[in-house]
């Protein structure tokens, strides 16, 4: 097991939270009004910022050893997909936008719990 998975295991099991995403209304405004923004045009970002609200936001299971084995794969394809969609929109942004940020480390935190909980099922 990396030094990384151990640790995310580790904020699992404490039941800390490093980052929690932001709302898609918070992160929505980044688009528009964000001097960062210079990889995208603002069309371009609304339109990654709307895959993100498609495919991240209200995603409220994590993987847990009461979970079938399935579900929780389930769960982690899920923000597999999500953590692709945000890498796309912080492309958009130099430097990346804080709150971009923190939702991809919140993203990889919870996929590193899903892959440490699915490896001991």
């Known amino acids: 097991m990396t030094f990384e998975k151990v640790c995310a295991?580790?904020?699992?099991?404490?039941g800390m939270v490093v980052?929690?995403?932001l709302s898609g209304a918070q992160a929505a405004g980044g688009?528009?009004?964000?001097?960062?923004m210079k990889n995208?045009?603002?069309q371009e970002c609304q339109t990654r910022q709307s895959d993100v609200d498609f495919y991240c936001h209200d995603m409220d299971?994590?993987?847990?050893?009461s979970n079938d084995k399935s579900d929780n794969q389930a769960i982690l394809g899920a923000l597999e997909n999500c953590l692709s969609?945000?890498?796309?929109?912080?492309?958009?942004f130099s430097p990346v936008d804080p709150?971009?940020?923190n939702a991809v480390v919140w993203v990889e935190n919870?996929?590193?719990?899903?892959?440490?909980v699915i490896g001991s099922q």
């Open 85 to 92: 969609k945000r890498i796309s929109v912080n492309a958009c």
């Open 31 to 36: 688009c528009s009004a964000n001097p960062d």
């Open 110 to 116: 919870q996929i590193s719990n899903c892959e440490v």
């Open 40 to 42: 995208c045009t603002v």
């Open 19 to 21: 980052a929690a995403p």
């Open 61 to 65: 299971q994590v993987c847990s050893a």
């Open 99 to 101: 709150g971009h940020a």
């Open 9 to 14: 295991a580790a904020v699992v099991a404490l």
